[in-house]
């Protein structure tokens, strides 16, 4: 094992929640975990939630699942462990459930909108869910994002009326590429990306950012904001530096749903111990192409 470096601040810390959600999206690499929840523990969570935050105090933490919103009891004691000094993040479909209704997620949301950053909602192309109506997820009382897969023969001819249901409500949109098919060479491609063409020739291309990990092409239309957002299935890249140091540099930590703690999302677990004593490098993020400003 190499020694660690990560960016300024720390590695995003994911979370994946200890109870399962109700659907099954063809794209989800998630599931499978979900079948067997014998060996889940919010207390273990918590504690490496606790960790974490004590080794990299700035770091960004994101709940996955599963659903996040499922049970809200258990995600306000995943909060309530993150100081204010973190950024945080939810992804969810924002469900139609019979636990929790849309009114107690909004509460829920309301509660706690000093301390999450922003609330990323899934919605497709193809409904593979209950949605739970445009006018709730507008009502969320904290910066939100529509998160949407595009997934193999997905229907490219509606993505200008899909992409005003969300301008109605000035809310930005990212769509995603399948991140199972993504690698070290298409990471970058645009003219054998098909995804990237369908949307350049509805859309008016504003520029690109990137990192070694992943990026995000930028779109117009009407004057809402999209972007286009591609990453590599594993989060550690090896390099050697100047100084024939070899690293493992880290852009994702995982919390798993026992509490382990991972260093990629290929099953690989993370030397706390090691982490502890991480270097530090400037975040790679830059402007590639175009002009950004939103």
């Known amino acids: 094992m190499n020694p660690y470096k990560t960016r300024e601040g720390g590695a995003t810390v994911t979370i994946f929640v200890p109870y399962d959600c109700n659907n099954n999206c ?11 929840t014998s060996t889940f523990s919010l207390d273990a969570i918590c504690e490496s939630i606790r960790t974490m935050d004590e080794i990299t ?15 809200l009891h258990s995600l306000q004691k995943m909060l309530d462990c993150i100081p204010t000094t973190h950024k945080v993040y939810i992804n969810t479909t924002f469900p139609v459930q019979r ?29 593979y869910v209950e949605e739970s109506a445009d006018e709730i997820i507008a009502r969320i009382p904290t910066r939100k994002r529509v998160n949407c897969v595009l997934y193999k023969s997905y229907p490219a001819e509606q993505l200008p009326a899909f992409v005003d249901r969300f301008r109605y409500y000035s809310i930005p949109i990212q769509f995603r590429y399948d991140y199972t098919e993504t690698t070290p060479e298409n990471l970058y491609e645009e003219e054998g990306d098909p ?4 949307l350049r020739r509805l859309f008016t291309y504003r520029g690109l950012d990137g990192c070694r990990m992943r990026n995000g092409f930028h779109f ?19 390099e050697t530096d100047e100084n024939g140091v070899t690293y493992d540099i880290l852009y994702d930590i995982l ?13 690989v677990p993370l030397d706390v111990e090691a982490y502890r004593k991480v270097v530090f490098e400037p975040y790679d993020l830059r402007l590639i192409d175009g002009e950004i400003d939103y």
């Open 195 to 198: 995804i990237l063409q369908d």
């Open 26 to 36: 063809p794209f989800c690499i998630n599931k499978q975990e979900y079948a067997d």
């Open 255 to 267: 919390i798993k749903q026992t509490g382990e703690i991972h260093s990629d999302w290929t099953g």
């Open 57 to 71: 105090p700035y770091c960004d933490f994101v709940f996955t699942g599963g659903e996040p919103l499922a049970n």
């Open 99 to 127: 636990c929790h209704s849309a009114a107690e997620m909004l509460e829920f949301v309301e509660k706690n909108k000093d301390k999450i950053t922003c609330i990323n909602i899934s919605r497709h192309l193809v409904k």
């Open 220 to 238: 117009e239309y009407k004057g809402h904001h999209m972007t286009y957002h591609k990453t590599l299935p594993y989060s550690t890249i090896v």
